[in-house]
């Protein structure tokens, strides 16, 4: 798969709109380290850690990571990460929409970070799935 054009990349649109992802990608994975380490903080208080709560919190830290990873590398051009950052930010969305919907799953205070967390995830997906970037990055 072929790159975008730096001259596309630097419009300022599309500049717009990747600082805008970076920043909210940013934002989630810093709120989901700062659990992580909460989490390890707490990690005597079983009622507000367990074992459900250090797998999700995990999952969601290497998740975290990823995403940045496609955002950065999407906004040099590559393709395949905006493929994967648009996939992957989607699937995250509506895993923790169900985290926070299913009742008793896991503590109200992991809930409300989730959903902290999942208003970042919907900005991500706004944007790139907004007609600028997918414009940007299709076929020629």
């Not at 992802?21 to 009622?47: E, P, W």
């Not at 507000?48 to 995990?58: G, P, S, Y």
């Not at 169900?98 to 706004?126: D, T």
Request: hydrophobic share 60%; proline share 2%.
């Amino acid at each position: 798969m072929t790159a975008i054009s730096a001259q596309a990349l630097e419009q300022p649109q599309s500049r717009s709109a990747f600082r805008v992802v970076r920043g909210l990608v940013g934002g989630y994975l810093g709120l989901s380290v700062l659990t992580l380490v909460a989490i390890f903080l707490m990690r005597d208080n079983k009622t507000m850690v367990t074992d459900a709560v250090w797998v999700r919190a995990t999952i969601v830290v290497a998740s975290a990571l990823l995403t940045l990873s496609f955002a950065v590398r999407a906004a040099r051009g590559s393709r395949r990460a905006f493929l994967r950052l648009r996939i992957v930010s989607g699937v995250m969305l509506v895993a923790i929409v169900v985290i926070v919907a299913l009742p008793g799953a896991f503590p109200v205070w992991l809930r409300i970070e989730q959903g902290v967390c999942g208003l970042a995830l919907l900005g991500v997906v706004l944007v790139v799935n907004g007609r600028h970037l997918r414009a940007l990055f299709a076929r020629s």
